[in-house]
């Protein structure tokens, strides 16, 4: 019951507000503020994407062809490695 009435209250809270309008002059300033300021084009944001993508795939590439070396691949290597203990 006192959980309801909290609701109640918090959703009747807003009856009567009004909505501000701003001072018109303020207002053109800040409009003209965000119309100033450089927006990035939509062509370089697909540049981005791409690029993040492909490097996204190769790195993706590149860990699943390390993880797909072989057992035979690290016994090839240890079978051409010299077993004559000679140093020179």
Excluded: R
Excluded at 8 to 20: A, D, R
Excluded at 21 to 46: A, H, Y
Excluded at 70 to 78: A, C, F, M, S
């Amino acid at each position: 019951m006192k959980a309801e009435n909290w609701t109640l209250e918090i959703m009747e809270s807003t009856n009567g507000m009004v909505k501000v309008l701003p001072n018109k002059l303020l207002f053109d300033k800040i409009q003209n503020k965000i119309n100033l300021e450089n927006k990035v084009s939509n062509k370089w944001i697909f540049v981005a994407a791409a690029t993040f993508a492909l490097l996204i795939s190769i790195n993706i590439k590149l860990l699943k062809s390390n993880l797909a070396k072989t057992n035979t691949q690290t016994e090839t290597v240890i079978s051409t490695i010299s077993n004559t203990n000679q140093l020179y």
